[in-house]
């Protein structure tokens, strides 16, 4: 399917060094075979039952084979960090002798380091006369480290996946990569760098696998700032505390709440929501904040909205209050739901279908409140925070209007009234602004 997508990219496929191999890659349409021969006496031995001659032999069988069938021929040599250095390269050479367009050389288990990686792919460059690519794993945490060095070292193609996925502890990041080097080497790789945040986001989401708050480049926290110190530094000068802008990879800046802000992170919080409180007010809901978060309570912008509405006296009515919900599910009954809400004091209702109930119900509360509001869910996270199958359930969520990122927390026994209700509280966080009519708007 992809190779008959018509992209503007090599669609290659991996194999492995087989006839079968080659002609299943042959028959998708792939232009590109990445052909994978291990070349360690550990893998030669213990995996395949082969000898070295064995390896050499298949090398210039399954090259010459699939060069004959019209395809570029990638050779990927496993386990390559671990192999005799001298039959490496004799295994490459026997490649290019049979006119093998480039060959790779893979960190299987990840055990190089910066230095030997610019050592070793150094030698492989010297030796050979194609190109020459670096593949690493990130078992020790040095996968995009190493294939930078390797690039240094005069390596033209280096491999990665968006977010790091991979087998294990993954491979290198190809976020991570591309904007190092295009911000500390000054490097232009013809890259839309601004959709680096929202293909990771695309890949988590399909893939089911979230990356770590605190991952660089596109972590849910690479350009969140708490600490009193950087939101100080932040509100001045982005470039106080941030290597590279957010907008750079399509992402947001967020001052955070929580135990840890400064007394500008919360004002500026404040600011977004229209409140100014006076210096006593201030003081009392800054104290409220921070014993909240020593309580061990992760500090939402929702629990300094209720907070400052205390404090200050003001109306907590909101905007958006949820009336009825209703939802169906099965395994031969696609999800529905419908929801009444009440907006601004009048009734309105949406009706919606998802991949289960919690998208279901999500939608319909969207529905309700209709497009003009412009408001994306961006995260949305959950986990059980007691045992069993009635388990209370804590829901997160990150929602967007414009240049303004909220967070909302519901937490509920059933998961799908506990989605709601983050979701509604996040919206009615958006939506305040007590610098207009009513304080809402």
Not at 219 to 233: M, P, R
Request: net charge negative; aromatic share 4%; glycine share 10%.
């Amino acid at each position: 399917m992809i190779a008959h997508a018509g992209l503007r990219a090599e669609v290659s496929s991996a194999g492995r060094g087989t006839r079968g191999d080659i002609d299943a890659v042959i028959k998708s349409g792939a232009s590109t075979m990445s052909m994978i021969i291990p070349t360690s006496d550990l893998h030669i031995e213990c995996k395949l039952r082969k000898t070295r001659e064995q390896v050499l032999k298949a090398t210039e069988d399954c090259v010459t084979y699939a060069k004959a069938h019209g395809l570029t021929v990638d050779l990927l040599a496993e386990d390559s960090t671990r192999s005799d250095f001298e039959y490496l390269v004799k295994v490459f050479q026997t490649a290019v002798d049979c006119k093998v367009d480039r060959v790779t050389a893979c960190d299987t288990v990840g055990i190089l380091s910066p230095d030997r990686s610019f050592e070793f792919y150094g030698n492989l460059v010297s030796r050979l006369k194609v190109p020459v690519g670096v593949h690493c794993h990130n078992d020790f945490g040095m996968a995009v480290a190493n294939t930078i060095a390797a690039l240094g070292a005069g390596v033209t193609e280096a491999h990665g996946t968006i977010n790091g996925l991979g087998e294990r502890a993954g491979n290198a990041a190809l976020e991570e990569i591309v904007v190092s080097l295009r911000s500390l080497y000054k490097l232009d790789l013809n890259i839309k760098t601004e959709l680096i945040y929202s293909t990771s986001q695309l890949v988590s989401r399909l893939t089911g696998i979230h990356t770590q708050p605190n991952k660089a480049v596109v972590g849910e926290n690479a350009f969140t700032h708490e600490s009193g110190i950087h939101t100080q530094g932040v509100l001045a000068n982005p470039l106080t505390y941030e290597p590279i802008t957010p907008e750079l990879v399509g992402c947001k800046r967020r001052i955070a709440p929580g135990k840890h802000s400064g007394t500008n992170a919360i004002k500026n919080d404040l600011a977004n929501m229209g409140l100014n409180p006076t210096e006593e007010q201030f003081k009392d809901i800054f104290q409220r904040i921070k014993e909240l978060g020593d309580k061990g309570k992760a500090v939402m912008d929702a629990d300094v909205l209720a907070i400052a509405e205390t404090v200050m006296g003001l109306s907590s009515e909101k905007s958006i209050e949820l009336e009825e919900i209703t939802y169906v599910g099965g395994n031969k009954v696609t999800a529905t739901a419908s929801s009444k809400l009440k907006l601004h004091g009048k009734n309105v209702w949406g009706s919606a279908i998802g991949v289960g109930p919690v998208d279901a119900a999500i939608n319909a509360v969207k529905a309700a409140i209709g497009e003009k509001e412009h408001i994306t869910l961006e995260q949305y996270n959950v986990k059980a925070i007691t045992g069993g199958t009635d388990a209370m359930v804590e829901v997160v969520v990150h929602l967007r209007r414009g240049e303004r990122t909220v967070t909302a927390m519901g937490v509920r026994e059933d998961i799908v009234k506990a989605s709601i209700e983050a979701v509604i509280t996040g919206l009615n966080v958006l939506k305040t602004d007590y610098n207009g009519k009513n304080g809402h708007q």
